[in-house]
């Protein structure tokens, strides 16, 4: 007499889907942020009636100590029109904004070639400031 | 006589703890990094080249410096100028006349400068820089 061989079910352990699922969505949004410069030191200007700013192809920063970047990378003001051009690519004009992040110790010197290259590479600027009522850290 | 029952202690399982504090720490990591900002939009003409043979401009002319604004040879302070600025801009109606040719001095600070955009912009005006550019000429 023959007996029958019990089957063995294999399931795949569905315990740990939220956290894999949850950790993918984390991975996925630190791999968006591509423009980053989060270890550049600067302090921004103040202004009143401020709005918030819409999402950036593109980031410049003229930190503390005069230095400009573009998306985290240290560049000169001569290289930036064309750089930026090259980032911007073909994005119709009114979403091509470029953030400026400019250190409040920065003099005219340095930041109006910035600001007259992002306007050579057709950038729409966006001057990224600190609202004036909001207490100092 | 009645024997009291030994109440079992339940652990909750802790097998997961270190897996659920990394997770915090990346989600207010991310948390933290993509807090929202904010800004001042400007638009400014697309910069060009300008010969030097420049036709007669009625556009107002701006000169920032450290200590002071000068609004077609007069010096004010900001509140003055911003005043200035909206009587000078109000009658003009063409987009052409409406374009202010500001020239700061090289160490003006960022916020002076933010300061007097705002209050061109807020005026209707078109804001138009005026760099001055090095030449090293070599003689012989």
């Known amino acids: 007499m023959k007996l029958p061989r019990k089957k063995l079910t294999a399931s795949v352990p569905t315990f740990a889907m939220g956290d894999i699922g949850f950790l993918l969505l984390i991975f996925f949004v630190i791999l968006a942020r591509a423009q980053d410069d989060s270890h550049i030191q600067w302090q921004p200007a103040r202004l009143n009636n401020i709005e918030m700013a819409p999402a950036p192809l593109a980031s410049v920063v003229i930190d503390t100590g005069s230095k400009i970047y573009l998306d985290g990378k240290e560049i000169s003001a001569e290289e930036l029109a064309l750089k930026l051009s090259a980032v911007l690519g073909d994005a119709p004009a009114g979403r091509r904004h470029v953030f400026l992040k400019v250190d409040r110790e920065a003099k005219a010197a340095v930041f109006e070639p910035v600001i007259a290259a992002v306007s050579e590479a057709g950038g729409d600027l966006i001057h990224i400031l600190e609202p004036e009522d909001k207490p100092t850290q | 006589m009645k ?10 399982p802790d097998c997961a703890t270190a897996d659920i504090a990394f997770t915090l720490i990346i989600f ?10 904010t800004g001042m939009s400007q638009a400014l003409p697309k910069t060009e080249e300008k010969s030097e ?3 007669q401009s009625q556009n107002p002319e701006v ?4 200590s002071g604004i000068v609004l077609n040879g007069n010096p004010l302070q900001l509140p003055e100028f911003t005043r200035r600025i909206a009587i000078e801009l109000k009658s003009k109606t063409r987009e052409a006349d409406r374009i202010v040719v500001v020239k700061s001095a090289p160490d003006t600070s960022y916020p002076t400068w933010i300061g007097v955009s705002r209050a061109i912009e807020s005026a ?3 804001l138009t820089l005026e ?10």
């Not at chain 2, 207010?28 to 900002?37: G, K, S, W």
């Not at chain 2, 000169?63 to 450290?66: E, N």
């Not at chain 2, 760099?131 to 012989?140: F, N, P, Q, W, Y």
């Open chain 2, 3 to 12: 024997l009291k029952r030994g109440k079992m202690l339940v652990d909750p």
């Open chain 2, 28 to 37: 207010f990591l991310v948390c933290a990094a993509v807090q929202p900002e």
């Open chain 2, 53 to 55: 043979k420049r036709a």
């Open chain 2, 63 to 66: 000169s920032i410096t450290p």
């Open chain 2, 124 to 126: 209707g005006g078109i």
């Open chain 2, 131 to 140: 760099l001055e550019s090095e030449r090293t000429i070599e003689i012989k």
